[in-house]
């Protein structure tokens, strides 16, 4: 009798499968994929970051001529 009520719990637990290898591959590629995407935001972000940095030093050229330029018509 205890056999018998051992059995049911017992099959559960063989057709219980782990991750097959295409689960495990299927994460894995899901979670490069996000790191991929994140990656290209962060690139994106550093372009932009080196873009605003060109035009604020190309305005900060712009007004040191302009006041070296007054400097010279005042002498």
Do not use: D, Y
């Amino acid at each position: 009798m205890s056999q018998e009520k051992s059995l049911p719990s017992a099959s559960k637990s063989i057709t219980k499968k782990p991750c097959s290898w295409k689960q495990m591959f299927r994460k894995k590629n899901c979670e490069e994929q996000k790191k991929r995407e994140e990656l290209r935001k962060l690139g994106e972000e550093i372009a932009r970051t080196e873009e605003f940095l060109q035009n604020a030093w190309a305005i900060v050229a712009k007004v040191v001529k302009s006041k070296s330029h007054l400097n010279q018509m005042k002498s």
